[in-house]
């Protein structure tokens, strides 16, 4: 098992503290600013990937003197630094990759961040963001286990496609059965466990199912 994690240039006061996925992650990627991100937080990118576009001379010259392995992109491309960062850890062949300082700055960046993660779904790949109030995943058809996390206790689950057909959900204090929800349905908002586990399914779509928290630290 292999964990990719991926620094974005987000707003860095919505990044939860790295360290503690320290355990977790074989590889650390810093994409653009995110790179800086990582070295602030005492960690060494092993790969930092990007345009560059965002940082200044000597922020650039750290990351070359610290990173173990450095590509930079021209600033007109077709990519975001996202998704060359993504793309290169593919190339990895993780089993998950986590992804950081995605959400909270420009709207269009997080919206296409939150998009990606069907890309990665779409290459066997696990992919979750996280920030200080949430946990971002997303799921095709099937039953999955969910579990209790008393940093993010509410659950939510949306429809990534435009409906999601048969989600049911067991061990929820708001039960369902074999209910299809749409795009602006709010039927699946802000749920919680009842014990440790539960377990969710459905039959035909695409879920996000994103775990969060109301009071953020």
């Not at 491309?77 to 995605?102: H, Q, V």
């Not at 995943?137 to 206790?153: M, T």
């Amino acid at each position: 098992m292999s964990t990719v994690a991926i620094v974005a240039g987000g707003p860095s006061q919505h990044i939860p503290y790295l360290h503690t996925y320290k355990e977790e992650v074989t590889t650390w990627i810093g994409a653009d600013k995110g790179a800086i991100t990582l070295l602030e937080a005492n960690l060494i990118p092993d790969i930092a990937i990007g345009d560059f576009d965002s940082i200044s001379e000597d922020e650039l010259a750290r990351i070359k003197h610290n990173s173990h392995h450095y590509e930079i992109h021209p600033v007109e491309k077709d990519e975001t630094d996202l998704e060359l960062a993504i793309k290169r850890s593919l190339e990895l062949n993780p089993d998950t990759i986590y992804l950081f300082g995605i959400t909270g700055g420009r709207l269009d960046h997080e919206l296409v961040g939150i998009q990606l993660l069907h890309q990665l779904k779409q290459n066997n790949v696990n992919g979750i963001i996280f920030d200080n109030g949430n946990r971002i995943e997303l799921n095709f058809p099937g039953k999955y286990d969910i579990y209790d996390d008393p940093i993010y206790p509410n659950i939510s689950f949306l429809p990534f496609s435009q409906k999601v057909i048969g989600i049911s959900l067991e061990g929820f204090y708001y039960k369902l059965s074999n209910t299809n929800i749409i795009w602006g349905s709010t039927l699946c908002i802000s749920n919680k466990l009842l014990s440790e586990k539960g377990t969710f399914s459905f039959d035909e779509g695409i879920l996000l199912v994103i775990k969060s928290r109301d009071v953020l630290i």
